[in-house]
Nanobody, 126 residues
Framework: QVQLVESGGGLVQAGGSLRLSCAASGRTFSSGAMGWFRQAPGKEREFVAVIISWRGGITYYADSVKGRFTISRDNAKNTVYLQMNRLKPEDTAVYYC??????????????????WGQGTQVTVSS
């Protein structure tokens, strides 16, 4: 059974930092891609970042987080991370980890991801 388990969320003041982790079990995603999405109350789930292993570990970010967030992965641990710096109140959301074990496309949308975590709450106070 494949599981993605996020951790690291919490409450932080604006300007602070958090690091989210997503540990995968049940299969490896070293040949696919892993990403982060977020969903704020009353809003649709939106893309945050992705790391595409089968394309040499290339990373892409939403414009709203570019320069502040960094996605990385540890293939040995089958874990992906999201380092979030200079957090803003508008970053408040439930953050979800997602994984695609194959060579997919369209990683800015939820469509290619086969597996999702349960989400972790990030709250940034002003």
């Amino acid at each position: 059974q494949v599981q993605l388990v996020e951790s690291g969320g919490g409450l932080v003041q604006a300007g602070g930092s958090l690091r989210l982790s997503c540990a995968a079990s049940g299969r490896t995603f070293s040949s696919g891609a892993m990403g982060w999405f977020r969903q704020a109350p009353g809003k649709e789930r939106e893309f945050v970042a992705v790391i595409i292993s089968w394309r040499g570990g290339i990373t892409y970010y939403a414009d709203s987080v570019k320069g502040r967030f960094t996605i990385s992965r540890d293939n040995a641990k089958n874990t992906v991370y999201l380092q979030m710096n200079r957090l803003k109140p508008e970053d408040t959301a439930v953050y979800y980890c997602a994984a695609d074990p194959t060579r997919g496309t369209g990683y800015y949308t939820p469509r290619p991801y086969d597996y999702w975590g349960q989400g972790t709450q990030v709250t940034v106070s002003s």
